[in-house]
């Protein structure tokens, strides 16, 4: 159901695949922004190409152009795809049957292809090869660098699956000519390395979850309270503190970019900033309206309450192309003081300064510093990370991706419910998983949830072939 | 109300002296900033002639108070009570005052909290601003100015905020970094000291004035900003200190005395009559140390050499800039530049 961000993405993508399917390369060319969406991610399988050891040369002694290698063969008949149709039952790994391992490999396969977008991935790196062969291709320079590099990047990830497809055949053809011949000890060897590549197939699955656009970046979150006084502000920071929690434990730098107090208690709003690989990757996933139910400490009468907080993230796009250039023109800086002649007939220490951006609206406000100078130079500063963010989402959505933003989160698009009582529970809605420790999960132990939502997301949509 | 209307007459009464016994008088160092300054409206148990007992400005002094936080307490309520509804910016003064002589973050709520001042001083400091109408900037002894903290004392003009942009205006001319500089009349050495920490490794500015109670805090500004090396401070009148580098400075910079002495009974108290005259009396129109100013320009200036003055606005940039432009052949570029509030701020120009 709700795999709102991700479906409406990966659509996206399809209808831009499906725009650019009959493929010309003169239509390719044309717009090159529509083209730069199209760039994938360098990290969809990292490390499978230095983990896998034995590369058998005779699969791809052919160009690495094409792309589609001929599907690796046992030499009775068995391949991937017929492994995984079979229904061989998956027993737990501790059991040695070869067909158990061999189909748990085969449907992790199947899996990281669907989420790598497989027969998207194909189609694309056929049309990029055609393109890299124009003859004319180099004289603009910034276009060829943007094509070869994306066509290098799919071809990785498909290589790399390849790679990993033969070595599971392989695996199976050693396995039985040892039986044939009955070597013990090539039989067990065979074996263990079956069940080597189960464990690794499940890591495969995991990197195969952040291969988006973008998901490799840092990224802004933004936590805004619902309607609700007081109540709904401590839980806006309920969320920002998980959120923080969440990113320290993963090793991520958080800063603090803005924060507007509430009056009693908690935030109206704020947003940190939290730098870190696949940063965006992650926030995403939590995209939306948090709910909160438990007796509220604001109430005098001890009644249960629920509140909303409504939970933005926003990428952090790794080229200075998207900082917002601000043009001084485009600046109305409005000082709080009084008319008169000013100079040495005044004497004042209003020094507060407010930025307007004309162009957008978009203002910014400094008052804490003690000069002019230095409160126009704070509220510069916001000014700035505002603009970006709305620089960020205009390119996100010229790139026919899709991000999500504050006043875009309709507070109806719940994704997640907190109840501290009557019982104690965290389910999310859109997938379901709940567990019944909250103190935990609000101390930012938030990665199930993020996991199970992005294999859901990935893996119900329907864009694989 | 009577002391007030009171001390209003007696500050009409001397007649200020003419421009030319002034001009006599300017250049004899002066034995106390108190002179200078108008007398102060209320009975002041310290003695006017000397208005401060401590001159170091409270944010510079030694944290030797221990004030238990429940008394401290006490006289943030006692001083907030004295702020009336119609004066709401008090509120943000008392909280500067005690984040001022606060030794350690006041939100810390440390008990003892350590003070540079006594609370007795502290409400004597609270009384003579809210009451006496002293500038807060005289009360805290600094003014934060850019993103300096300069420090201010009585006889001394308190930066102000029109003139951050001086240092912009400085900083947009070619290759400033390496030139030799004068601020003319530099009062606590802000604009000095601002433009120095722009500068590179040959660059210069003198800074003169003719009032030793200035040098004495622009000296004091000079060291706490470690630009002793780059700012050399000299004592007299305008360009007098200034015959050894005559034809050699690329620049001089100047916020002198500039409003009109018929406007001065006018002013604001806290400028009236608690800012030195000297820093504020322009004679006639307000022009007559502008126009010494400008006369002395070209001998002072290399070639290609730029000036930026401050002004009283509007009348008197655009006087001077037609004056500049067509009297003497020897500028271009001369133009009123706009200040904050759009007011025709400060007058710029190259010698030829």
Redesign the interface.
């Known amino acids: 159901m709700a795999c709102r961000l991700l479906t409406r993405s990966a659509a996206a993508r399809l209808v831009s695949h499906l725009r650019r399917t009959p493929g010309p390369t003169q239509r390719l060319l044309a717009p090159r922004a529509a083209l730069s969406s199209l760039l994938g991610s360098t990290d969809g399988l990292p490390h499978a190409a230095d983990s896998t050891l034995r590369v058998p040369a005779r699969w791809f002694s052919s160009p690495s152009t094409d792309a589609v290698a001929e599907a690796p063969v046992t030499a009775d008949g068995l391949t991937v795809d017929s492994i995984a149709s079979k229904g061989w039952t998956i027993l737990p790994e501790a059991e040695s049957d070869w067909r158990s391992h061999a189909a748990a490999v085969a449907q992790s396969i199947k899996l990281i292809k669907k989420r790598l977008k497989w027969g998207w991935i194909l189609e694309r790196t056929k049309q990029l090869s055609v393109v890299l062969e124009r003859p004319d291709l180099w004289e603009d320079p910034v276009f060829a660098g943007m094509v070869s590099r994306e066509h290098g990047e799919l071809m990785g990830k498909i290589k790399s699956v390849n790679q990993f497809e033969q070595e599971l055949i392989e695996h199976i053809e050693m396995l039985r000519l040892a039986r044939e011949e009955n070597d013990n000890e090539l039989e067990t060897e065979s074996m263990g390395d079956l069940a080597d590549m189960r464990r690794n197939a499940k890591e495969k699955e995991l990197n195969a979850l952040l291969s988006g656009d973008n998901d490799s970046c840092s990224c802004f979150i933004e936590v805004q309270a619902g309607a609700g006084g007081t109540e709904s502000m401590d839980w806006a920071a309920m969320v920002m503190n998980m959120y923080r929690s969440w990113a320290q434990r993963r090793g991520y730098t958080v800063t603090v970019v803005e924060e507007m107090p509430g009056e009693v208690a908690g935030i109206k709003r704020a947003t940190i900033k939290v730098d870190g690989e696949y940063a965006f990757g992650y926030a995403k996933a939590e995209v939306g309206v948090h709910r909160l139910v438990r007796i509220s400490p604001f109430d005098s009468g001890k009644r249960r309450h629920t509140s909303f907080s409504a939970v933005a993230v926003i990428p952090i796009l790794g080229d200075a192309s998207s900082r917002y250039q601000i043009k001084d023109s485009d600046l109305r800086i409005e000082r709080f003081r009084s008319g008169g002649p000013g100079g040495q007939h005044a004497n004042t220490t209003e020094s507060a300064i407010r930025i307007v951006h004309i162009p957008t609206g978009i203002s910014a406000t400094c008052q804490n510093e003690r000069s002019q100078h230095m409160n126009k130079a704070s509220a510069m500063a916001v000014l700035q990370s505002r603009l970006d963010q709305l620089e960020i989402a205009r390119q996100a959505q010229m790139n026919a991706e899709h991000t999500q933003s504050l006043n875009e989160i309709s507070w109806g698009n719940q994704i997640r419910s907190y109840v501290l009582h009557p019982y104690r529970m965290v389910k999310d809605l859109r997938t379901n998983y709940e567990v019944s420790d909250p103190d935990s999960v609000l101390e930012g132990d938030l990665d199930d949830f993020i996991l199970n939502y992005l294999s859901s997301a990935l893996d119900e949509a329907d864009v694989s072939k | 109300m009577a002391m007030l209307a009171f001390s209003s007459n007696a500050f009409l009464r001397p007649n200020p002296p003419g421009p030319h016994l002034r001009r006599l008088l300017l250049p004899k160092p002066l034995s106390s900033a108190a002179a200078l300054t108008p007398p102060t409206p209320q009975a002041d148990p310290t003695g006017g002639s000397n208005p401060d007992p401590d001159p170091t400005p409270l944010f510079l002094r030694p944290a030797s108070h221990r004030v238990p936080a429940a008394a401290l307490a006490a006289f943030r309520l006692r001083a907030a009570a004295l702020v009336p509804p119609s004066a709401p910016?008090l509120r943000?003064?008392l909280r500067?005052l005690l984040a001022d002589a606060a030794a350690n973050d006041p939100a810390s709520g440390s008990d003892p909290a350590l003070l540079r001042a006594s609370l007795d001083d502290l409400e004597a400091l609270w009384l003579r601003h809210v009451r006496g109408r002293r500038?807060?900037?005289y009360v805290v002894g600094n003014?934060?100015?850019?993103?300096?903290v300069v420090a201010v004392r009585e006889g001394v003009?308190?930066p102000?905020?029109?003139?951050?942009a001086v240092v912009d205006i400085v900083k947009r001319v070619e290759g400033f970094e390496d030139g030799w500089w004068a601020d003319l009349g530099t009062g606590s050495g802000a604009i000095a000291v601002a433009v120095a920490r722009e500068l590179g490794a040959a660059g210069r500015v003198f800074a003169t004035d003719v009032s030793e109670v200035a040098l004495e805090v622009a000296r004091l500004n000079v060291q706490r900003y470690g630009v002793q090396d780059k700012v050399e401070i000299r004592h007299g009148s305008w360009f007098e200190p200034l015959e050894d580098v005559k034809g050699k400075l690329m620049g001089v910079i100047s916020?002198p005395?500039?409003?009109p002495n018929v406007?001065l009974p006018g002013?604001?108290p806290?400028?009236g009559w608690h800012?030195p005259k000297l820093?504020?009396d322009g004679g006639k129109d307000g022009l007559e140390h502008l126009l010494h100013l400008c006369e002395g320009l070209s001998s002072v200036l290399k070639p290609g050499g730029f000036f930026v003055f401050?002004?009283?606005?509007d009348k008197q940039s655009e006087f001077l800039v037609d004056l500049i432009s067509t009297k003497w052949s020897s500028f271009r570029n001369v133009e009123a530049v706009l200040?904050?509030?759009d007011?025709k701020?400060f007058v710029t120009g190259y010698r030829r």
């Open positions: 910016h943000r003064h500067w500038p807060f900037q003014e934060h100015w850019r993103d300096l003009l308190i102000r905020p029109e003139t951050e916020n005395p500039y409003i406007d002013l604001q806290e400028v800012e820093a504020l401050e002004t009283n606005g200040d904050f509030a007011i701020r």
